[in-house]
């Protein structure tokens, strides 16, 4: 299985009043319900929602790992400058959307802070493949590429190549499906 179950919980502030919401996320063969005793203990890492006070509408921290970090801590603007995935230092971070993002150099950082929407991965740096079939996956930064100055992750090498065999219905495919979960994993 691609994903195991996990929750994520969101916080609803309507006058004054502040609702605790969960939902879990599943994959396609897992059960359509899932009870608290359900949720497994090795499930990957929640997704981050961080209230936004002055609006109506959530925003999503972009998935990060056990450590809180965006892309595993792989520098995301060296897979535009260097063509490749390259593990970022952690002298050099940079706090966006909710995520700790980590750089190889501090000119990347500097890059990335001017324009993070240029550098930040699609779908909230989830498996373009899971998002293509409708739900949501970890990613391994060396399962990556670049389409039309965008960049695209997946869960692994073998998930990269299915993704890879029809990339633009696949990106057709997700785009349509990630509003849908980003509800479900806390953006909107």
Same mark, same amino acid.
């Not at 502040?18 to 997704?47: D, M, R, Y």
């Given at each position: 299985m691609l994903l195991d179950n996990f929750r994520?919980?969101?916080?609803?502030?309507?006058?004054?009043?502040?609702?605790? #919401?969960?939902? =879990?996320?599943?994959?396609?063969?897992?059960?359509? @319900? $899932?009870?608290?005793?359900?949720?497994? #203990?090795?499930? =990957?890492?929640?997704?981050?929602?961080?209230?936004? @006070? $002055?609006?109506?509408?959530?925003?999503?921290?972009y998935f990060s790992d056990e450590n809180g970090l965006a892309i595993h801590g792989t520098d995301p603007v060296a897979y535009f400058t260097e063509s490749r995935p390259v593990a970022g230092k952690p002298e050099f971070t940079h706090t966006w959307s909710g995520s700790t993002w980590r750089f190889a150099t501090a000119e990347n950082r500097d890059r990335f802070a001017a324009n993070p929407e240029q550098y930040a991965p699609q779908y909230g740096g989830f498996c373009a493949w899971a998002v293509s079939q409708g739900y949501t996956a970890s990613i391994d930064p060396n399962a990556w590429k670049i389409v039309d100055g965008k960049l695209y992750l997946n869960f692994s090498p073998g998930v990269q190549r299915r993704w890879e065999r029809n990339i633009p219905n696949n990106i057709q495919k997700a785009d349509a499906n990630w509003p849908d979960l980003a509800t479900t994993t806390g953006e909107t």
């Open positions: 994520t919980t969101s916080l609803i502030v309507f006058a004054g009043l502040t609702l605790a #919401t969960g939902c =879990a996320i599943n994959t396609p063969e897992s059960p359509t @319900t $899932t009870t608290e005793s359900q949720v497994s #203990t090795n499930s =990957a890492p929640e997704p981050i929602v961080e209230e936004n @006070t $002055t609006a109506a509408a959530t925003t999503i921290r």
